[in-house]
């Protein structure tokens, strides 16, 4: 099996473990510093969906630094296989939190413009933001994945 970019164990793949878990731990501060998140079952879900992807992210990375430290391969089937699983299903439920939580800014702060706290506003639109550059890596981690597990 192939050694390339973003493979776990690989310095590039502990850059793509790390950025999931930023993008997501900001998408969390952000959305967490408004007064009134919690109105909205949209962004009650992309908070839960990201601290998800926080403790998925945040522990592959961990992995991945161990197996850089020994300098070992992370290419078994079975691990693999748990890899695949774990990615498209925080791929799957973060993109389905970003988009349902940029469909409700979208909704009141746009188009029926109830956006009297400006700074409000932008802190949805940067946690919505987050959430999508969450998504984009763990995207990418993903396809990854499955490539390795299909040529293996």
Known sequence: ????????GTLTGLALRLSQCVFAAGSIAA???TNSFFNFTAFCYLIASMGL???WSFGLALLDAYALVRKKAL???VLLSFFVVGDWVTAILSLAAASASAGITVLYFHDLGNCGFVGECQKYQM???LAFFSWIAIAISS???LWLLAAG
Do not use: E
């Open 1 to 8: 099996m192939r050694d390339f970019a973003g493979s776990p």
């Open 31 to 33: 959305m967490a510093t």
């Open 53 to 55: 992807q926080v403790i």
């Open 75 to 77: 290419h078994n089937t």
């Open 127 to 129: 946690s919505v933001a």
């Open 143 to 145: 396809l990854i994945m």
